[in-house]
């Protein structure tokens, strides 16, 4: 019998927008061809949080802002346990509106202020205008990263944050300083769609390794053939934004 690798999919009704629920299914395949059995758990409002200690991947998407507070009790009254797992090194994949909220606030362009649940040293202020196009970043960790963002927030950092990567192409976390996302102890934030793993297999398996060597102590990686996904990002490359 293989290793079990437990993911645990946050908010799957309200928060799995642009496609944001292909990460799921990249890692649930990436992790078969490297020998491991995925195994899945949703959460949402109303159910109970599992043990985060016996979750070995979190992810989240994006949603609507309608999608947004149908979660946004929910989330605050888990996020200690989040912030936790985040702190101790849990990996962690959030896109879009969950990256938005795992920040200390969110202003809307009314002006309400949504509370985030802190796990980044980040705030989202919500524009007038939307930041809608493909996008290409370059990331110290992980190469040339490429997606699709659609979003009206826009996310500072603070200075001592670390940002994933640079805008070649696209807006990024806002239309000002050229920064994408966000990386902090293995926990990911970002506006990429795409979905992102998808396309960007490197993060999915840098996922991957590190749940694996923190339940195992070791990744046994396979080589798996990605040709088909290198011809995929050649022709997304090149599309206009």
């Known amino acids: 019998m293989s290793k079990t690798i437990t993911i645990l999919h946050l908010y799957s009704r309200d928060m799995n927008i642009y496609g944001d629920n292909g990460n799921i299914q990249a890692l649930e395949k990436r992790l078969q061809w490297h020998g491991y059995t995925p195994v899945i758990k949703e959460y949402n409002p109303g159910d109970t949080l599992p043990s985060l200690e016996e979750v070995d991947i ?3 998407g994006g949603g609507q802002d309608s999608g947004q507070d ?18 101790s090194g849990t990996p962690i994949l959030l896109v879009c509106g969950l990256y938005q909220l795992f ?3 969110f202003t809307t362009h009314t002006g309400e202020e949504i509370q985030g649940i802190g796990v980044f040293n980040a705030h989202t202020i919500g524009g007038k205008e939307r930041l809608v196009g493909n996008i290409t970043i ?13 979003h009206s927030g826009q996310t500072y950092l603070a ?6 990567g640079s805008v070649i192409i696209g807006a990024g976390n806002n239309a000002a300083d050229g920064h994408e996302g966000i990386i902090q102890n293995n926990t ?7 979905p992102i793993l998808p396309k960007n297999p490197v993060i999915a398996d840098y996922l991957i390794g590190v749940a694996a060597k923190r339940r195992y102590e070791e990744f046994n990686e396979q080589v798996i053939d990605d040709s088909i996904t290198a011809r995929a990002r050649e022709a997304a490359l090149k599309r206009p934004r």
């Open 188 to 194: 990911i934030g970002t506006y990429l769609h795409g």
């Open 58 to 60: 979190i992810i989240g």
């Open 103 to 105: 920040g200390n606030k």
């Open 70 to 87: 149908k979660i946004h009790a929910d989330l605050l009254s888990i996020g200690p346990a989040l912030k936790k797992a985040s702190d």
């Open 138 to 150: 370059e990331s110290p960790a992980f190469g040339t990263v490429i997606g699709y963002e659609n």
């Open 159 to 164: 200075d001592e944050v670390e940002p994933l």
